[in-house]
C-alpha cells in the first residue's frame, strides 16, 4: 500500500521548498505538478497561443508529451524530449501556467501522469488540486498557506536575492490575481480537502512546518508502519 503525501495551497505559501525537504528526509519522491502546469504553459507561450483561445489550446495538448524523471533526487520535467525544468520558474511562466491550467484539456493531459507517479512510488505531491481530485484516498493531506504579504515577501526576496529587479506591490497583486483565478475556476479548483489539515506558515519557520507535518505524521498508522519498516526513528 502507498503511503501518499498531498500538500495544496496558493503560490508562495512554500509548498516546494516544504515537499522537498520532507521527502528528502523521509524517503519519499517529490512530484512537483506545479512544474508540469509549467512545461505545458511554457509550450504554449513559445507557440504564441493566447491563453483565452481554449480551442487552440485543447488542439496544442494533442502534440505535446509530458514526462518527468530524477536527478540526484531532483524531478525533472521534459516537453517534448527536451528537459525544461530551469526555463519554466519565471513570473510569466506562472501566470500562463495558471491562466490555461482551467482548461479541462490540460489538466486530463496531467491528471493520469500524476496518478500513475503515485502509484509506482511514496510521494509527496504539492499542487491546487493534489487533495481534492489527483489523490483522493492519499494518507496524509495537508492545506499550506500564508497570509497574501507574507507570500508576496518571500517571493520578493526569493528573486531579489538571485538578482532579478521586481516590484513588492506588483508582486502582491499579481498573487491575489492568480489565488482569484486557481480558486475559482470550474475544473478541479484549489480549495481545502475536507480531510486535510490547515497549516499556517505566515509565522512559522520551515523547520517549524516541517515538525508540524510530521506531527501529523505521527497520527497516521499506516505512515509510522512505512517509517518502522524503513528502520528510521525521525519521527
Ligand atoms: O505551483 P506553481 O506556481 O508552479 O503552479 C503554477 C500554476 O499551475 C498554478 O497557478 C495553477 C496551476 N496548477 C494547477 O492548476 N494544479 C496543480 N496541481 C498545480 C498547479
Do not use: W
Amino acid at each position: 500500500m502507498r503511503i501518499n503525501i498531498a500538500i495544496d495551497g496558493p503560490a508562495g505559501a512554500g509548498k516546494s521548498t516544504i515537499a522537498k525537504l520532507f521527502a528528502r528526509k523521509h524517503g519519499l519522491v517529490y512530484v512537483d505538478t506545479g512544474a508540469m502546469y509549467r512545461a505545458m504553459a511554457y509550450y504554449f507561450l513559445s507557440h504564441e497561443i493566447a491563453p483565452e483561445d481554449e480551442q487552440a489550446i485543447a488542439a496544442a495538448c494533442e502534440g505535446v508529451v509530458i514526462t518527468i524523471s530524477y536527478e540526484d533526487g531532483e524531478q525533472q520535467v521534459f516537453l517534448n524530449g527536451e528537459n525544461v525544468t530551469g526555463i519554466i520558474r519565471g513570473e510569466a511562466v506562472g501566470k500562463m501556467a495558471s491562466a490555461t491550467s482551467v482548461y479541462p484539456a490540460v489538466r486530463k493531459k496531467l491528471l493520469e501522469l500524476q496518478r500513475q507517479l503515485a502509484k509506482k512510488e511514496d510521494v509527496v505531491m504539492d499542487g491546487r488540486d493534489i487533495g481534492t481530485c489527483v489523490l483522493p484516498d492519499a494518507r496524509i493531506k495537508i492545506y499550506l498557506t500564508a497570509s497574501p504579504k507574507t507570500r508576496a515577501k518571500r517571493r520578493f526576496d526569493e528573486l531579489t536575492a538571485k538578482g532579478v529587479a521586481c516590484n513588492l506591490t506588483e508582486i502582491e497583486h499579481d498573487m491575489i490575481d492568480r489565488d482569484n483565478r486557481d480558486m475559482n475556476r470550474k475544473e478541479a479548483p484549489l480549495r481545502k480537502a475536507e480531510d486535510a489539515v490547515l497549516i499556517d506558515s505566515s509565522a512559522l519557520t520551515m523547520e517549524e512546518v516541517i515538525a508540524a507535518i510530521e506531527e501529523i505524521c505521527r497520527g497516521c498508522r499506516e505512515y509510522m508502519h512505512r517509517e518502522e519498516e524503513r528502520g528510521k526513528t525521525v519521527l
